[in-house]
Structure formats: structure tokens, C-alpha cells
């Protein structure tokens, strides 16, 4: 073959390579369908009944919640819940990789399939977590007259109440039935409506639960989408992140877990602050409704008065503002204490907050104790004080170096710092507190943050793949289920903790997209009418 020839064929192969719009366009609808396939699956487990999955309870007389029994193997279900929990981030990522590219998809659909997505969860029973039992357990005490604060489920059962006698206790960790509850009176709120919805039914209480939780989850996604209405960059982007992120959808709403009630609290409260003119003025209004807000979801839970940190920080040039916030936060959380009594206060200051089995710091101390096994008896006594000294290190290290994208709303950024630390650095993590953060990113242009956040849920939430642990198990499946929760997400999560690290001592974000929010131009494109 000569030169020519050689010319020849190397032209033809260009012509017939796809260029970049194609590239973008199949990128675009690989993730779309990664996405729906994940959540289809994840729906499916639901529905298919009791499992190790999802928790047993008794049916509510033909009403919600729907399942049809088909008796699933641990096998199956946990497989196949770890193949579409890969799929789903893969799937975001991919999404995200192709709006940063140029793809514009028309934002609708996306919304509109967020929605089913969340109907079709929300009518099933709860999934992947005993917590929503707990919750109902919390309510139906509420409900009879009890403190929660007080009296524990394995109480409510012995008692003889017809929904203590509903509760799988065997399922249930002995930890959560002989615990008291470490929520704050806004959540035991919630619990106590759920209930009196639900009457004596345990599966009607953990449905309304649910319903509580998916209408949370479409307040955010109604609020992220208005908030970034102009700039269809970011708008596609924050529904990739939390609308039709499967990882969310699985965590908040078919778990039912009361998180998705404090991130659009939290969330709300946060955006309320605003700032306008040169040099910058908060207007004493909106300070009080974020303290407002931010109360309430602190009476929900307790981590979120990080908020109330990051609008103190905002506030730190304008004592006006400051002293309004303030004034709005205890107008919410004094009384609502009050009115839970002093047991509620107690938990606050007696709950131990100790450490979670897949946390990353046992990377440090097992291997040079020789400890093969994750025990609690063997865990440093001083660690959870040492993850909070490096919480706060981290927190001050975000706090001075991330970025400032959301200018016109002063609050956003240290709250995604104070997040990022809390979830990243402290011993005691579930994948479902993530949305505290993941909320609060989706404001941000496209960075490698992204990632890094999105690797790090997904490594967590294999790790809750089950809600129920049985002796029925595979032994390879049990293997490799521990496996992942003392190796592989420790290392994950303490990889993804020094990728936050590095990116904010260098400054390497690698934001990839010139949109509004660095432009100067957020505060009027972020403005709620």
C-alpha cells in the first residue's frame, strides 16, 4: 500500500468516526438509560414484597402501601440492587459528562419522569432501612400520650399497643428498639401526623411517612428548578443530581428517611438569605425567614444547625442580619423544645453519637491492632473526639477556600463547606445524610466535586443495600457484603475525603461550565417571585 492509499483509508475512518455531537448525543442517552434502568429495578424490589430489603410488615387491609409478595432470595435482591445502584451514578455521571459537553435536553420530561419515579417509590412499601418503622414507632407513642424521648419501641411493643405488636422485632436492630428517639420535635411532629393518619395499621403510618418524605423530595426539585430557571446548563445538571438521581430516590424516598424533611428546610432557609447592592446588604426580612426555616429543619435534625452557622457566617459584617436570623431560629426551636419537654433536651446532650461500621477510620486502627473484624468494643476511646477536631479543621479549610459560585445568596457556600466537612470527616455517616449537601451543590456549575461527592453516596449506599441481615445469606455473599463495608467504602470514603482536601488547598475544581452563577448575574436569575 502506498502513501496515498494510506491517506486514503485514514481519511474514510475519520469520516465514519463519530464527531462530537454524536458523542454528546449517545453519551446523553446512555445515561437516560442507565438512569431509568436503575430506578426500574429499584422499584421492582419494592414491589416484589418482603426481603431482605425490605422489612416485613403486615398489610394494610387491600389500602397502602401495594406490594405483591414473590419471596426474593437475599442473592437476587442484593445483587440486583447493587447492579442498579452502579447503574444510577454511572448513569448521573454520564448525564452530567454530556450537559457539560452541550447537551440540551428538553427539561419537562426529565421533571416529569422525576415525579413518576417518586409516585411509583412512594406507594410501595419502605425499602432499604428499618428507620421508617422507627419513625412510626416514635408517632404512634405521640399518638397514646407518650414521650418518644422517653419510652423506647421494645416499650411500645411489651405495652400491648396493636402497633408495637406489628413490629418485626426481629428484623429491627436491638440497638433502634431499646433506643429512644434522637430527633427533634419537628420530626416527632411529623411522626405523630403520620400516625394519626395511619391509625393502628404499622404499614398505613410507614406509607404516610413516605408520602411526607416524597412530597419533601418534590419541593426541592420544584425549588432547584425554579432557582435556575435561566441558565438551562445548570438547571439539567441540579435534576441529575437530586430529580432523577436513583441513588436519592432509593435513599429519601423509598427509604422514607426524615431527611428529605430537613434538606428542603435547610435548603429554603439557606436561599432566603440574600444579598443585593454594592457593597453587599442583607435585608433584615429575608434573614428572619432563613431562621426560620433553618429552625425548622433543625428541629428536625439536629445537624442542620450547620446551617445556622453558615448564615451566621454570612451574616459576620451585618449585625442587623445576624441578630434577625438568630431572632428567627429561636422563634421556631424555643418553643418547639418547650413543647417536647426536657427529655427532648436531654438526648441532645446525652445521645452518644458513635461511629458507623463503614467508617473510614477504622482503616487506621484495625490494621495496627490486628483486628480482623469490625467490633465496637475495639474502637479507639477518643475517636469520635478526634473526628470532630478534624471536622473542624476541615470545615475552616472549606470555609476559606471553596469558591464563592452563588454571590447573591451569601449562605449557599459556607453551608455546602460546613456539609461537605460534616459528612466527609465525621465518624457517624449514613448515605442518606447526603442530600444535606447534594441540595446545596446543585447550585454550583459542573466541577470535579461532582464526582467526588457522587462516588462517595454511591460507595455508602452498597453498604445499605440490605435492611435486614440474615443467617440465610450465601457465605460468599455475606463475604463479600463485609468485605465492602470494612474495606472498599472505608477506602473510598477516605479517598474521596482527601480528594476534597486537595481540591480546596489547590484550588483545582476544574469548573467546566461559564455559566451565571460566575457571570454576576445570580442573584436577579435566582430571584423567586
Known amino acids: 500500500m502506498d502513501d496515498k492509499d494510506g491517506a486514503g483509508a485514514a481519511s474514510a475512518a475519520a469520516l465514519n468516526r463519530p464527531g462530537p455531537a454524536e458523542l454528546t448525543r449517545l453519551t446523553g442517552w446512555l445515561a437516560a438509560t442507565a438512569i431509568a434502568a436503575s430506578t426500574l429495578i429499584m422499584i421492582l424490589i419494592s414491589a416484589a414484597g418482603p426481603s431482605v430489603s425490605v422489612p416485613a410488615v403486615r398489610r394494610a387491609g387491600g389500602g397502602l402501601p401495594w406490594w405483591h409478595a414473590l419471596h426474593l432470595t437475599a442473592t437476587f435482591v442484593t445483587v440486583s440492587l447493587w447492579a442498579a445502584m452502579v447503574l444510577g451514578c454511572a448513569g448521573v455521571i454520564a448525564g452530567l459528562v454530556a450537559v457539560a459537553r452541550g447537551a440540551r435536553p428538553p427539561v419537562r420530561p426529565v421533571i416529569a419522569a422525576a415525579f413518576l419515579a417518586v409516585a411509583g417509590l412512594t406507594v410501595l412499601p419502605p425499602a432499604g432501612s428499618t428507620d421508617s418503622i422507627s419513625y412510626a414507632a416514635s408517632g404512634r407513642m405521640a399518638v397514646t400520650g407518650h414521650s418518644p424521648y422517653v419510652m423506647t419501641p421494645l416499650q411500645l411493643r411489651r405495652s400491648g399497643d396493636p402497633v408495637g405488636r406489628q413490629m418485626p422485632s426481629a428484623e429491627i436492630p436491638p440497638a433502634w428498639m431499646n433506643a429512644v428517639s434522637v430527633y427533634g420535635p419537628v420530626a416527632t411532629a411529623d411522626e405523630w401526623g403520620a400516625a394519626e393518619l395511619g391509625g393502628t395499621s404499622l404499614a398505613r403510618i410507614t406509607f404516610w411517612l413516605k408520602l411526607e418524605e416524597a412530597v419533601a423530595f418534590g419541593v426541592v426539585i420544584l425549588v432547584l428548578d425554579r432557582l435556575l430557571r435561566a441558565d438551562p446548563a445548570m438547571r439539567l445538571r441540579a435534576h441529575l443530581l437530586w430529580s432523577v438521581n436513583p441513588l436519592l430516590l432509593w435513599e429519601v424516598v423509598a427509604g422514607g428517611h426524615i431527611d428529605g424533611l430537613a434538606a428542603v428546610a435547610g435548603l429554603l432557609g439557606v436561599v432566603a438569605l440574600r444579598a443585593r447592592g454594592r457593597p453587599a446588604e442583607i435585608p433584615v426580612g429575608g434573614a428572619v425567614l432563613a431562621g ?238
Open 292 to 529: 426560620l426555616l433553618i429552625g425548622v429543619a433543625t428541629g428536625t435534625k439536629v445537624e442542620y444547625a450547620l446551617f445556622g452557622l453558615a448564615v451566621a457566617w454570612a451574616c459576620r459584617r451585618s449585625l442587623r442580619a445576624a441578630a434577625a436570623a438568630a431572632a428567627g431560629f429561636a422563634v421556631v426551636a424555643v418553643p418547639a423544645y418547650l413543647a417536647a419537654g426536657t427529655p427532648a433536651i436531654r438526648v441532645l446532650l446525652t445521645r452518644s453519637n458513635g461511629i458507623t461500621w463503614d467508617t473510614m477510620y477504622q482503616l487506621f486502627w484495625r490494621p495496627v491492632l490486628g483486628y480482623t473484624q469490625f467490633s465496637v468494643s475495639s474502637v479507639p476511646p477518643h475517636l469520635v473526639l478526634v473526628s470532630y477536631l478534624l471536622f473542624a479543621a476541615v470545615a475552616l479549610l472549606a470555609l476559606l477556600r471553596l469558591p464563592d459560585r452563588v454571590p447573591g445568596r451569601p449562605a449557599v457556600t459556607p453551608a455546602l463547606a460546613l456539609s461537605l466537612a460534616w459528612l466527609f470527616v465525621t465518624a457517624f455517616q449514613r448515605p442518606w445524610y447526603d442530600v444535606m449537601a447534594i441540595s446545596l451543590l446543585a447550585l454550583y456549575s459542573a466541577s470535579r466535586l461532582d464526582w467526588v461527592v457522587l462516588i462517595r453516596l454511591l460507595a455508602g449506599a452498597t453498604v445499605y443495600a440490605q435492611a435486614i441481615v440474615t443467617p440465610a445469606e450465601p457465605p460468599w455473599l455475606y463475604d463479600i457484603a463485609q468485605f465492602n463495608g470494612m474495606w472498599l467504602t472505608p477506602g473510598i470514603r477516605l479517598l474521596t475525603t482527601i480528594a476534597l482536601v486537595w481540591l480546596c488547598v489547590s484550588g483545582r475544581w476544574g469548573w467546566r461550565s461559564a455559566s451565571a452563577a460566575s457571570s454576576g448575574r445570580l442573584p436577579e436569575l435566582l430571584r423567586i417571585t
